[in-house]
């Protein structure tokens, strides 16, 4: 599996390569089209043209992904050189007194420039690539404003209602966090723990669900990457008592995602990832409600939904009465996760009004099965989305929150000098890591020592600070591990005392295994909808934005 970093100018190479060679893999492989295309591309990229054939064929063999076409690394190691702060601050100088300008010169008259004028300083002039990722380092928003205007500025990065033309599938996709109108209980006493968080994505053309992520965890950078992770999965759901599946068709990279401004979504590993696969990131800017109003009319619509469960908090004191939603509280996150996949499929094929015909309709008429791309390998996508730290890789492995890993596969790395790496880390379950190796390989370590147990971040990071508070100092692996259990004990005995010891048993419970699945087909939790005074929902739609037909 790969998962490269598009780190440093290897990286911008790639990136550029990919943005002209992507739009190729739609095409025939044997169409005169193609070959024209290619002919173009190898122009543009100033290739060969048997090395723009070679280029392409990388790129669809690896999902699509633009560390495939990073160029070999030679001479220094990765990361062993940088800019002088002079010519970083001459490129800076000239961008903005020469190309962020109303007349608007040619990036590559301002490119010329910039060399010319390293050379007459005797500084050692920067590629063309090189001043293209500093430009696209600045805000976009405020170059377009100094070389267009204010006016062309806000049309493009402040789009009103009925703003944005979409006509196929994974064009666009929204997608929110929102905490559950209900109350859950934990799997072995059914007693009331929390209002669980749900993250859904929507596709805007057909407002089919690409895909879902329930949590007790707050939203994070993890709740979107699993989302996602759930949005390029084939799925499919297996009604209770029966063989029989429901469709659930949706599957594939979006094109372009609207996410919520959090700090998290603007992290480089983020933003890293997405440009990865493809993924164009749009942030939704404070008070801008149109930026994501499919998703949160679905979500609406959602919560509706919600407010017949038993455990309900409805959507205010007001609507919830004299109603005790603590007391009336009786499903499980898992029983929960089972209703909400049956009511999404319900939702996929009742008529919905801004489309004037069901969800998974639209998506059928307007070939959804063969937008967008598939990825193969998922569990790449997975990883690649996953938080990560950089961390160095020395003759003992590493160190990633004071617990130590190794893979045998470190040896040739080692004998390389390789440095710091990037670690990618699933933070529920720290037993395994991922290093990311310099051909983009994802590769998976585990504990130096075998016998430790599973821990989540969490942990770790409250035995570190349990430590540190007595002891000061770091923590020795040995400490943590020996602390992480204490803790567990006596979380064990005070689960049935206290919420916050039921809700970490909770987290245990949710932790990758790789146990069995339990059988999808068990008994439901059964669902009385037959009192005439339950509130009924309305199939909602936002129709801030308009959809080519």
Same mark, same amino acid.
């Given at each position: ?72 690394? =030679? ?275 009742? =008529? ?29 996508? =997975? ?123 909770? =987290? ?42």
């Amino acid at each position: 599996m790969g998962q490269g970093s598009l780190e440093g100018s290897a990286g911008e190479v790639a990136l550029e390569r990919t943005e002209v060679l992507r739009p190729l893999l739609s095409l025939q492989k044997d169409g005169h089209e193609l070959g024209s295309a290619i002919e173009v591309a190898a122009v543009q990229l100033a290739v060969s043209m048997s090395t723009a054939w070679r280029l392409l064929g990388l790129l669809r063999e690896n999902d699509g992904r633009a560390s495939a076409l990073e160029p070999k690394r =030679r001479g220094p190691k990765h990361g062993s050189f940088r800019l002088p702060q002079r010519v970083e601050d001459l490129i800076d100088r000239v961008l903005r007194e020469r190309y962020l300008v109303l007349e608007r010169p040619s990036f590559r008259r301002v490119v010329t420039e910039i060399r010319a004028e390293c050379a007459a300083k005797g500084f050692h002039p920067p590629s063309r690539q090189t001043v293209k990722a500093r430009l696209d380092a600045m805000d976009q928003r405020e170059v377009m404003r100094k070389r267009q205007g204010a006016k062309a500025a806000r049309q493009v990065f402040e789009p009103r209602a009925g703003g944005l033309d979409v006509e196929r599938p994974l064009e666009v996709v929204q997608i929110d966090h929102t905490l559950v109108d209900i109350i859950l209980v934990d799997q072995v006493e059914r007693k009331p723990l929390a209002r669980p968080w749900l993250t859904l994505a929507v596709d805007i053309a057909t407002r089919v669900v690409l895909g879902a992520y329930v949590s007790f965890d707050a939203p994070s950078v993890l709740s979107i990457g699993l989302c996602l992770d759930h949005c390029v999965r084939p799925k499919s759901i297996r009604t209770p008592g029966s063989l029989e599946e429901l469709y659930w068709p949706a599957s594939g990279i979006p094109q372009a995602i609207h996410v919520d401004n959090g700090r998290d979504f603007r992290s480089n590993a983020f933003q890293a990832a997405c440009a990865e696969w493809g993924i164009l990131v749009n942030y939704r800017p404070p008070g801008r409600v149109h930026y994501g109003g499919h998703v949160e009319r679905l979500i609406g619509t959602a919560m509706g939904a919600v407010h017949v469960l038993p455990g309900t908090t409805q959507s205010s004191p007001k609507d919830k009465g004299e109603y005790d939603s603590t007391g009336n509280a009786s499903m499980t996150l898992e029983e929960f996760e089972d209703w909400l996949k049956l009511e999404i499929c319900r939702y996929h094929n009742t =008529r919905h009004s801004g489309l004037g015909r069901a969800p998974l309709a639209a998506w059928a008429d307007l070939g959804g099965d063969d937008a967008g791309r598939q990825v193969v390998d998922t569990e790449a996508f =997975r990883i690649s989305f996953l938080p990560s730290e950089r961390r160095q890789l020395g003759r003992t492995g590493i160190k990633l929150f004071s617990v130590g890993y190794w893979s045998d596969a470190f040896g040739p790395m080692i004998g390389r000098g390789a440095g710091k790496v990037m670690v990618k880390y699933d933070p529920r379950d720290m037993s395994q890591i991922w290093v990311v190796a310099e051909d983009g390989r994802a590769i998976a370590a585990r504990y130096k020592d075998l016998s430790r147990p599973r821990i989540s971040l969490w942990e770790a990071r409250r035995a570190s600070a349990f430590y540190h508070e007595r002891h000061g100092g770091t923590i020795s692996e040995t400490m943590l591990f020996q602390i992480v259990e204490e803790q567990r004990r006596i979380a064990h005995a005070s689960r049935q005392q206290t919420l916050t010891a039921r809700l970490e048993g909770e =987290r245990e419970a949710r932790l990758p295994s790789d146990k069995p699945k339990r059988d999808p087909s068990r008994e439901m939790f059964a669902i009385d909808t037959s009192n005439p005074d339950l509130p009924t929902y309305p199939i909602d739609d936002f129709d801030g934005f308009r959809r080519k037909t």
